[in-house]
């Protein structure tokens, strides 16, 4: 069966369209005149630029579908037959959703709100329990470090997804609506209520009408296309962001003042969640235009968060200051009043980590992670621990496992060849850097995903050290000829070598000095390349290293895979590597690139389990991901007048954060503070603390063994 293609526009109008896609140019978003932004002016070009490629994508779709029906009516094998109609089924399932979008109208819409569907449900969250602890205190600073200065602090375009982001805007900014950190369940944002369409596609969002930005200004429903059009417009370089406007929303409609509805390509499981969207203050982006990254690259947009950087509060190469909006809009509402309590958050650049711990040691720094053994085994064995001035934590929590790994770029040989990558996956001796760094407080992590529940493959494992099975795909990639050194060697004279690439930290280079050396045994040169982290993380977005040890951070509800695996985040239509994307495998797999856009718009949660578990043998099969280790909990130390939650509500902090800090429910009490100065003058010492808190563990793991958690990473 097969589908009948849609009339042809008229004349006039298949020139306007075509008009529309030459000004939009190849990044689909078109750019506004030097002066000033310009959104009234570039919206309609933006809808017809997305009716173009829709027009564009059903064409090739309804050609992909012509040529699988006719490779079906020629296929003799059964079991060939069968994988074409798959195939087949996913052309005609996207046909579809190319025709729905395009019966839809206009990516941007106008509306009133008498315009809504009647008979809406409309949702709060209000049962849902409260996050934090009502004995907080507002007040006082947080001391922290980091590691290394951002290169901008834009929230998006070249270099915004850098280390230091998650602390300025991910972690703390507030969209339209969030998932409750303990329950998962939808929640309140921006939006102080929702509504689901009868279509299963569409979310109505009623604006908190409290909603405003930490300069005063009023959050406005049109500020969520601002959203959208600082993104897609070419005045700023954001292939991920356009990709993902363009592909993962069918449009957004204004229902007067107060309602915005978002509307996505296909029904999704918590739908809401991924309709949930962030405000852009338009009044701060009246300057965008073509010289965007540079004009906006120091300046610190006003976000819906607690915290803003104010005056002084950049100091570049030194540090950044947080500091709390005490007329916050969101200050009094449930879900929010009992976070983000500290006046003020200061990150101050340490690029030493041992250099850190001694500010810690001094009382200069408030929290350290100790989760690596040889800071809770041996170095926070120290006297402030036992006179109780410092406070030390193991909290075990119910987030996706950081994916600290290595990661190879199959467009740098010899990295392109499968038996090179499947020799090194079994040249790597994970088991003895946790046996070893981390004392058996870690365990192998299996897979790309692991933390999820249901979608994690209970059928994929990791390859094990095998210094035999190395050597025999080396061989069978032609490398096995033994030089002098112990290397294997081509045959062409190519060494068996690769360049692995990670950000420096003294735990590393111990991990990397045992990869290095168990590596020789199998007849593979590991060089070793330390740098900055900020700079291995770069290199590595724009495709230049071999081999990079780093990890992602992921979050609740699902795992991730397109950004990470689909062609088109790898290669252009030229063919060309693309920098600038997360995918850094330059990964592409016809199967994968099918089953990537699959889960994207699966409709239920039996599909995403099985398209999860088909992508992970395909990313195991492939070699592209060495799996490291992972935990189950994070160990902290605290100076006494950090505290934490202990109440109905929350044990010490909500279980989906990666780590404690990240959850901003703690709080500076300063008459602790002053009590704990005062004693430590006087010579007075307070009980020693060191407590597991494990509300939230799933396991039967001893609390004597803890595992490393990415706190000293």
């Not at 230091?164 to 339209?176: K, T």
């Not at 900020?534 to 040890?549: R, V, W």
Request: glycine content about 8%; charged content about 25%.
């Amino acid at each position: 069966m097969t589908f009948p293609k849609p009339p042809r526009p008229p004349a006039a109008a298949a020139a306007a369209i075509a008009a529309a896609a030459a000004l939009a140019g190849c990044g689909g978003g078109g750019g506004d005149p030097v002066g000033g932004a310009d959104f009234d002016a570039w919206y309609p070009q933006y809808n017809r630029y997305i009716t173009n490629w829709l027009n564009e994508e059903r064409g090739k779709t309804q050609k992909l579908l012509d040529e699988a029906d006719a490779k079906i009516a020629e296929a003799a094998d059964p079991e060939v037959e069968a994988n074409l109609r798959l195939g087949r089924d996913e052309h005609v399932r996207t046909l579809e959703q190319l025709e729905a979008r395009l019966a839809r109208g206009d990516y941007f819409q106008f509306k009133t709100e008498a315009d809504l569907p009647g008979g809406l449900v409309w949702e709060d969250g209000s049962d849902q329990p409260e996050v934090g602890d009502p004995a907080c205190k507002k007040g006082g600073a947080f001391r922290y470090y980091i590691p290394s200065f951002p290169p901008t602090i834009r929230p998006f375009g070249p270099e915004a997804n850098n280390s230091f982001r998650g602390e300025l805007y991910d972690n703390i900014e507030i969209a339209l609506i969030d998932l409750h950190p303990e329950t998962g369940a939808i929640i309140p944002g921006v939006a102080e209520e929702w509504a689901r369409d009868p279509d299963g596609k569409t979310v109505y969002f009623r604006l908190d009408p409290d909603a405003a930005y930490n300069d005063g200004v009023k959050v406005e429903v049109i500020d969520f296309l601002w959203w959208v059009y600082i993104r897609a417009s070419d005045n700023v370089s954001a292939p991920w962001h356009k990709q993902y406007l363009r592909e993962q929303f069918a449009g957004f409609t204004l229902y007067g003042d107060e309602v915005i509805g978002v509307t996505l390509p296909v029904a999704k499981v918590k739908l809401p969640y991924y309709c949930g969207i962030y405000p852009a203050a338009k009044h701060f982006y009246a300057d965008y235009g073509p010289d965007y990254e540079e004009r906006y690259q120091w300046r610190v947009p006003p976000t819906t968060a607690a915290y803003t950087v104010a005056e002084g509060g950049l100091v570049k190469g030194a540090s950044i200051t947080l500091s709390r909006d005490e007329d916050w809009w969101a200050k009094d509402k449930k879900f929010w009043r009992y976070r983000f309590n500290a006046d003020r958050l200061v990150y101050s650049v340490v690029r030493d980590s041992s250099k850190a711990w001694e500010l810690f040691r001094a009382g200069q720094l408030d929290y350290f992670p100790v989760t690596l053994p040889e800071y809770w085994y041996e170095k926070s064995e120290m006297p402030p621990v036992f006179d109780g001035y410092v406070e030390r934590y193991t909290w075990y929590n119910q987030y996706p496992r950081v994916p600290w790994s290595l990661y190879l770029n199959t467009a740098k040989p010899p990295l392109d060849e499968l038996d090179v990558r499947l020799g090194i996956n079994h040249a790597i001796n994970w088991q003895k850097v946790i046996d070893v760094v981390f004392r058996g407080d870690a365990e192998r992590l299996p897979s790309w995903v692991k933390g999820y529940g249901a979608p994690d493959s209970p059928d994929v494992v990791p390859r094990p050290f095998s210094i035999a099975k190395a050597r025999e795909h080396f061989a069978a990639a032609g490398f096995d000829k033994e030089g002098a050194d112990g290397i294997l060697v081509h045959a062409d004279g190519r060494r068996m070598e690769v360049i692995l690439s990670y950000g420096t930290h003294p735990v590393r280079e111990k991990m990397m000095a045992i990869i290095k050396e168990e590596a020789r045994k199998a007849g593979l040169d590991v060089i070793l390349d330390s740098t900055d982290p900020m700079q291995a993380f770069l290199k590595a977005t724009k495709k230049e290293h071999q081999m990079a040890f780093m990890g992602w951070g992921f979050q609740p509800p699902y795992p991730r895979f397109y950004e990470y695996f689909h062609s088109s985040n790898a290669y252009d239509e030229q063919g060309n590597i693309k920098v600038d994307t997360n995918n850094i495998f330059s990964f592409r797999d016809e199967r994968m690139d099918k089953l990537a856009l699959s889960f994207r718009f699966a409709t239920d949660e039996d599909e995403l389990v099985r398209l999860s578990h088909e992508m992970q043998r395909i990313i195991h099969d492939s070699g592209v991901y060495i799996p490291g280790y992972m935990t189950e909990f994070a160990r902290v130390a605290t100076w006494r007048w950090v505290r934490w939650p202990d109440c109905e509500f929350t044990e010490f902090a909500p279980p989906m954060k990666y780590i404690p800090m990240e959850s901003y429910v703690y709080w500076i009490d300063e008459d602790i503070k002053a009590e704990t100065e005062a004693a430590m003058r006087a010579g007075e010492t307070f009980p020693e603390v060191q407590a597991v808190k494990q509300r939230y563990r799933t396991t039967g793991v001893t609390a004597a063994a803890a595992p490393e958690k990415g706190g000293g990473e």
